[in-house]
């Protein structure tokens, strides 16, 4: 069975660095083929891809959001972490991880988290 | 950036009626060298995250009622709902997964009549 779950702060400030963490089980991103990424949600909005990480250490990112984000992979702890520098009010959305693994290059996304809602105001 | 442009922004359907939806990619999203076409369909009900209904555009995802369908090639595409259920009231939102950014379409809401 296959979760995943957001975890970060729920208030960051206006210019400070957002960290949110992906801590996955029911499988390994050591598998061939395995991807994990990012989408995020304004409210009332749609969604929004940020970026990606392969089992093989390959990343995308999104190229409006590229000069603002890393992502890496911790596999022993089976987490993936987002960082996001120099928020901004727009930023606020609720920001999900999600599962992708297939034929594609970039799958879509079949097991998602819950989501957290992140805030930027001061 | 492929963008996706799905209509209506809204639909009210009556219970046991089709609901169709559509999407439109800027540039075509099927690949030519294995003929499939790169575009999911996702169902997202308030408060929870998207859920993966349709892949290669037509390919249901395992455990989605069959009155889900997907249809389309190249640049337009559409999701048929044959016979509306309550429980399919939701945004259903088209991505194209051909290229990055991998981008979704602006969703289209899903009501009863």
């Known amino acids: 069975q296959i979760t995943l779950k957001e975890s970060g702060p729920t208030l960051v400030k206006p210019t400070q660095t957002l960290t949110l963490t992906c801590t996955f089980s029911g499988f390994s991103l050591t598998t061939s083929g395995v991807a994990v990424g990012w989408i995020r949600q304004p409210p009332g909005k749609a969604l929004e891809w940020l970026a990606l990480i392969y089992w093989n250490d390959d990343e995308h990112y999104s190229p409006s959001l590229r000069s603002r984000l890393t992502i890496t992979k911790d596999t022993s702890k089976n987490q993936v972490v987002l960082t996001m520098t120099n928020m901004d009010p727009v930023d606020t959305a609720t920001y999900f991880c999600?599962?992708?693994?297939?034929?594609?290059?970039?799958?879509?996304?079949?097991?998602w988290g819950q989501g957290t809602l992140v805030t930027v105001s001061s | 950036d492929i963008v996706m442009t799905q209509s209506p922004d809204s639909l009210a359907v009556s219970l046991g009626e089709r609901a169709t939806i559509n999407c439109k990619s800027s540039?075509?999203?099927?690949?030519?060298?294995?003929?499939?076409?790169?575009l999911a369909w996702y169902q997202q009900k308030p408060g929870q995250p998207p859920k993966l209904l349709i892949y290669w555009a037509s390919t249901r995802e395992s455990g989605v009622p069959d009155r889900f369908s997907g249809s389309g090639s190249g640049t337009d595409f559409t999701l048929t709902i044959s016979s509306l259920q309550a429980e399919d009231v939701a945004v259903y939102y088209c991505q194209q997964y051909y290229s990055t950014p991998l981008t979704f379409g602006g969703g289209t809401k899903v009501k009863i009549k």
């Open positions: 999600a599962h992708s693994f297939g034929s594609a290059y970039y799958p879509p996304y079949d097991y």
């Open positions: 540039q075509s999203v099927l690949y030519s060298s294995n003929n499939q076409n790169y």
